[in-house]
């Protein structure tokens, strides 16, 4: 292809990316960090049980998170609760029946599996992998009770209140690869039915809750000024942190015992 075409064509993929970027809801352009060489393995899921019954808001849900650690963590690979068919929700029950193998495994605090999901508020934490620049989402929160999704601080998408199963679209558009900070947010308070879905789909694509790979979890790639690990109980280190924690140690260890002989 010769130069003048090449530069054509460029200015060309550039000038469409611009038009959807123009199309979309929300644009984002300045990623929290570069995107990593590994896919993503979800986000971290909290939860807040057993809190004050009259929890009908999104802005009582975040004082309560704002207010003290969550009751647990875990790491939440899709968000559908309960997990099953598009659109499926639940008479309430027990986190035990309702986190999948994954979050249970991965639950830092069992004693929650007993606890009713009624009465609770949730957040899912960690970042957005975009890979491309241009890449315009579209994004769906129905829920039930009330739910919502910030990106990068802002609010994209609101579904607060006390209501059935549903909820609103939109579309954002992100003009850089790398990592967006982003919360879901959802809190049940009513008897009896509730449920939770984060769909998303790139492009024409039909908005979907298999978006494991483009989620990253706080606890592995948040850094330490995240005021979001301030709702963790005695904090994450620093992804790395750990191994170099231990080799301080060795080297600590070594010369006390090279200095006692």
């Known amino acids: 292809m010769k130069p003048v075409a090449k530069r054509l064509l460029a200015a060309t993929s550039a000038l469409l990316i611009n038009v959807d970027a123009l199309a979309a809801a929300y644009t984002f352009g300045t990623p929290n960090q570069p995107?990593?060489?590994?896919?993503?393995?979800?986000?971290?899921?909290?939860?807040?049980?057993?809190?004050?019954?009259?929890?009908?808001?999104?802005?009582?849900?975040?004082?309560?998170?704002?207010?003290?650690?969550?009751?647990?963590?875990?790491?939440?690979?899709?968000?559908?609760?309960p997990v099953g068919a598009t659109g499926s929700t639940s008479v309430y029950q027990t986190y035990g029946a309702v986190l999948d193998s994954t979050a249970q495994a991965t639950l830092d605090n069992p004693s929650v599996l007993t606890d009713d999901v009624l009465d609770t508020v949730m957040r899912f934490a960690g970042f957005f992998g975009v890979q491309n620049a241009g890449e315009v989402w579209t994004f769906h929160i129905p829920s039930d009770d009330g739910s919502a999704v910030d990106i990068q601080g802002t609010r994209v998408l609101n579904n607060d209140g006390i209501h059935g199963f549903g909820g609103p679209s939109t579309t954002v558009a992100f003009t850089t690869p790398g990592l967006y900070a982003i919360d879901i947010l959802f809190f049940e308070s009513q008897p009896t039915d509730w449920g939770l879905e984060f769909r998303g789909g790139l492009g024409n694509a039909t908005p979907a809750t298999a978006l494991t790979d483009r989620l990253y979890t706080l606890v592995d790639y948040a850094t330490p000024g995240d005021d979001r690990l301030d709702s963790i109980q005695g904090k994450v280190p620093e992804p790395g942190t750990l191994t170099l924690l231990g080799a301080a140690l060795l080297s600590v260890f070594g010369l006390q015992c090279r200095a006692r002989r």
């Open 35 to 81: 995107l990593p060489a590994t896919p993503g393995n979800g986000l971290t899921g909290q939860l807040w049980a057993n809190v004050a019954p009259g929890t009908d808001t999104l802005a009582q849900a975040q004082a309560i998170i704002a207010g003290g650690y969550a009751t647990a963590n875990f790491r939440a690979t899709t968000i559908d609760y």
